[in-house]
């Protein structure tokens, strides 16, 4: 026995001498060039596999991947993920693919992955590649993205591709960076994504608020955050300014009757906590004063999908941004789920204000980015 303990204690000792030989004296090659050693090659990439096999969220916490999801999640590709993995029907450059570990294309990258791990990936990232997480630490949002590449690894053509992700045509008018925002808000503010806000109702102080607070990090969305530091700083102010003016969609949201009235009594008072102001003392509607500013954003004929997703973003302490959010967070703490689909349904249902100063003009501030 302590012949066999000698041995290994021996064994130790020299593993961890070549280990420090290796670590001191620069012994293993660090060269792209030359690549990983076969073995390591090898260890790397099964750890990947087993890792994201294993801490994958459960087939059961899959949400319905729709096409509006995936097609929120395909222009975010084509913006931030392209340039690494291709898209169908091209390649990555010279330079992506003399990376080490080179990144896949695309559909070999998603070929032997089901939904929960792609999210996975996508969200957390992979260390020791240019993976990077996702850039804001909410959880949603990676399933567009999931939704996505599935539709990739069914066969989608580079022709459905375009289509998703092809730029609307930019009006001469329009400020830098107005083709980014416009693929996915729409040129004239209303997307036909439900997932996505109506740009259209929101007066120019707001929208510049909202990107400050994505540019600098109060504000999380992995889309934003992108679209936030991507366009010249000195472009936002003029774009929310420009998506400000575009004229208002005088019609609300098609809802039902009985949950908006359910939503009704909850916003005009009834709310949770006695020491939180209505819903409609800083939301709107400008129905009895169209020239009254709004303290927060104006929800009046918003998508109530995208509504939804905010509020639970509040109640679940994973929304920030704006002079109230203290507030908010607060007004929507203990809201249930029922509660958040009739707000919701109340206010996309209202009809929008279109005339007023208040949406048209009000002081807007120099963003900066980090």
């Given at each position: ?41 090898w ?24 096409d ?6 395909a ?26 570990p ?68 930019t ?21 036909e ?47 929310a ?13 098609s ?61 679940d ?54």
């Amino acid at each position: 026995m302590n012949r066999v303990l000698a041995t290994l204690a021996v064994l130790a000792a020299l593993g961890t001498a070549a280990a420090a030989a290796t670590i001191g004296f620069g012994l293993y090659n660090v060269s792209a060039r030359q690549g990983h050693l076969a073995p390591v090659a090898w260890a790397l990439h099964t750890t990947f596999r087993h890792s994201a096999k294993l801490r994958a969220p459960p087939q059961s916490a899959v949400p319905p991947l729709t096409d509006d999801m995936a097609a929120l999640g395909a222009r975010h590709y084509d913006r931030a993920c392209r340039t690494c993995h291709g898209t169908p029907g091209t390649a990555a450059s010279a330079t992506i693919r003399a990376m080490v570990p080179p990144p896949p294309p695309i559909l070999q990258a998603v070929a032997d992955h089901p939904p929960n791990q792609l999210y996975w990936i996508v969200h957390e990232g992979i260390k020791m590649t240019a993976m990077p997480p996702w850039p804001a630490p909410r959880k949603d949002e990676a399933w567009s993205i999931a939704a996505f590449l599935t539709r990739l690894r069914d066969g989608m053509t580079p022709q459905e591709y375009t289509a998703l992700t092809a730029p609307p045509e930019t009006p001469p008018d329009a400020p830098r960076g107005f083709a980014y925002c416009a693929g996915c808000h729409g040129a004239n503010g209303r997307s036909e994504n439900p997932l996505i806000p109506r740009l259209d109702l929101q007066d120019a102080a707001y929208l510049t608020r909202s990107l400050q607070a994505y540019a600098d990090g109060q504000r999380q969305s992995g889309f934003m955050a992108e679209a936030a530091t991507s366009i010249p700083a000195t472009s936002l102010a003029d774009l929310a300014a420009y998506f400000a003016s575009l004229p208002t969609a005088d019609t609300g949201q098609s809802v039902d009757p009985g949950l908006a009235a359910k939503g009704a009594a909850l916003a005009q008072g009834q709310t949770a906590s006695p020491d939180v102001p209505a819903c409609v003392a800083c939301h709107g509607p400008r129905q009895t004063d169209a020239n009254r500013r709004l303290i927060g954003p104006d929800l009046a004929g918003q998508y109530p999908a995208y509504l939804e997703a905010q509020l639970r973003l509040w109640r679940d302490g994973n929304r920030g941004g704006g002079p109230k959010s203290n507030l908010m967070a607060k007004a929507a703490r203990s809201l249930t789920d029922d509660q958040i689909e009739a707000l919701a349904a109340w206010f996309a249902g209202l009809q929008p204000s279109t005339t007023g100063p208040a949406k048209r003009t009000g002081p807007t501030a120099t963003i900066t980015t980090p």
